[in-house]
């Protein structure tokens, strides 16, 4: 039963390190959440997102919603013509696709308010030293999909994956 379970856990240990090594889930707002008054801009700042990385936007379903808007209706806080809404509470956005995506907060107020999110996404390149440039870069590298590229974060959690399912076995 317990050794059981101990197997299990080494195997979603492994697992969620594979899904980290190919992308990041980024929570909109970190433990703020996507709320009024916020500055969604500076949350922004110093964070670099590339494709197959998430957009998770968590909020009261009741008092706000997530539309994906493009450009003129991101900088007007017109939610007359969205791409994309959703009212759930948690809105899963897919950055598959590189250059910029708009979001806002469809509900009265509230994008005039601080609920309006500018991501620029990037094309994903697993091992790239130079900073990004305004310009073009031509390493289109997309037949290396990261295998091998794992951080020291990763590779430790897949250890301690590993650690687990030895324990388990044993
Ligand atoms: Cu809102």
Known sequence: ?????????????????????????????????????????????????????????????????????????????????PISSDNSGQTTINLDTSGKHYFICGISNHCTRGMKLEVDVAESSPTSPSPPSSSTTNTTNNNNSGAGSLSPVHATVAFMGLVVLKLGVF
């Open 1 to 81: 039963m317990a050794r059981r379970s101990s197997v299990a856990s080494g195997a979603l240990l492994l697992l969620c390190c594979a899904t980290w090594v190919s992308a990041t889930d980024y929570s909109v707002g970190d433990s703020s959440g996507w709320k009024l008054d916020f500055d969604y801009t500076a949350w922004t700042s110093g964070k670099s997102f590339v494709v197959g990385d998430k957009l998770v936007f968590k909020y009261a379903a009741s008092q706000h919603n997530v539309e994906k808007v493009n450009a003129a209706a991101y900088n007007a806080c017109s939610s007359s013509s």
